[in-house]
């Protein structure tokens, strides 16, 4: 199978490594399987990229038309101004200049681009919903979250009136909830589940130790890992709650990923941070991921939302057992007593009995990793294309 007609996918991303994040590993899935001639690319930039003109840029070998709306020019610190704002107002100032390629069929996953995207004509547009919960009432600028109703309420009428196609990483009882949020403006239209998938050439079963003696971690220690983004909305604070009320000296927590909220934490959990119970590996590789995956016993998930998590189904495919919130795709990917549990309630006293469950399920492994191959990237080609015909 092979695209006759080129795709624009736009992101508020760089689609090589900032920010990490469901979007930036699906965006990178699809230029996996989609030939790079058949694509074109519109995002933010962190290198020397001339903003606001189009250019060329190199993604694992391949070479992409690339059409930078801005500069990132450090990307550790919360800037000022949203950067999901700055980017629609860039999106704006250059659409004229995006449509010289004359790119026909877009794809996104960033919903504010939906606002500039909708002046325009095109021939199909495709939306993904990273997650369904209501991103700018969960934003970290107060300012915002007072927007959320009015964002949401306009973001459901572009759906209905200027978006042919709409998928989302979620499971069926999330998309029946943004459905009911919409009030009737979604009704009419058919969303579909898609979820987020995985590299199977990366995240499989590794020896446990061996990745221990690779990453330098203890072999006499229970290690449980917590992968992603460093914000509240990952419910970092109930897991380190698990660590400062279980105080097990045997026990290492790791936070795989970096964010906004690392200094936060560094100061919440500044002696297990000193003793060595709690670790911060900073942004990895997917490599390196990978290894600290399979390096642990059990992989913690405490987010108050989640879309369908990449990184769950990542964990799965390294055939770990999961503890984790009761968030959208959790009930599709552990079965509970069997290769993990979900916490029903953000109770720390039930998340240290679940945790020491899971710790002693027997086929926690090849239940998860079977779990995980519907959702391999082997499949994202032909899945996209059932969904999506008219880019054939």
């Not at 991303?13 to 900032?18: A, G, H, L, Q």
Request: neutral net charge; proline residues 3%.
């Amino acid at each position: 199978m092979k695209l006759n007609k080129r795709v624009l996918i736009i992101e508020n991303n760089n689609f090589i490594d900032f920010p990490t994040g469901g979007t930036l590993s699906f965006d990178k899935h699809l230029l996996k399987v989609i030939p790079a001639d058949k694509v074109a690319l519109v995002g933010i930039t962190t290198g020397d990229n001339k903003i606001g003109q189009w250019t060329k840029i190199e993604i694992d070998g391949k070479e992409y038309d690339f059409f930078p709306l801005k500069k990132v020019a450090d990307v550790h610190k919360k800037p000022l101004i949203p950067a999901r704002l700055t980017s629609l107002i860039s999106l704006f100032m250059y659409m004229h200049k995006i449509r010289e390629k004359e790119n026909s069929f877009i794809f996104t996953q960033t919903p504010q681009f939906l606002f500039a995207l909708r002046f325009y004509k095109w021939v199909s547009v495709c939306f993904c919903f990273a997650g369904v919960s209501n991103s700018v009432s969960l934003s970290r600028y107060s300012f915002l979250q007072l927007l959320g109703s009015l964002y949401e309420r306009f973001l459901f009428n572009t759906l209905k009136n200027n978006v042919d196609v709409i998928l989302a990483a979620a499971d069926t009882k999330a998309i029946e909830e943004l459905k009911a949020r919409s009030k009737g403006l979604l009704n009419h239209k058919n969303i579909l589940p898609f979820p987020t998938r995985f590299d199977n050439t990366i995240f499989k079963p590794l020896n446990k130790n061996e990745c221990r003696d690779s990453l330098k971690l203890p072999h006499n220690k229970t290690i449980f890992v917590a992968i992603g983004r460093l914000c509240w909305v990952k419910g970092w604070d109930l897991l380190i709650d698990l660590m400062k009320v279980n105080n097990d000296k045997d026990t290492i927590l790791i936070f795989v990923g970096d964010g906004e909220d690392r200094e936060q934490i560094e100061n919440i959990a500044h002696d297990e941070l000193e003793s060595g119970s709690i670790r911060i590996t900073g942004f990895l590789a997917q490599d390196e991921v990978a290894q600290y995956i399979n390096a642990s016993d059990l992989v913690l998930v405490g987010s108050y939302h989640e879309g369908w998590s990449t990184s769950m189904v990542e964990s799965l495919a390294c055939g770990k057992a999961i503890v984790s919130s009761e968030v959208s795709g959790a009930t599709e990917l552990i079965k509970d007593g069997e290769n993990g549990f979900i916490l029903l309630n953000r109770d720390t006293e039930k998340l240290i009995t679940l945790v020491k469950n899971a710790l002693k399920l027997k086929d926690a492994s090849d239940i998860s990793v079977t779990i995980s191959k519907k959702y391999s990237l082997a499949n994202l080609y032909s899945d996209l294309l059932i969904v999506w015909p008219d880019i054939e």
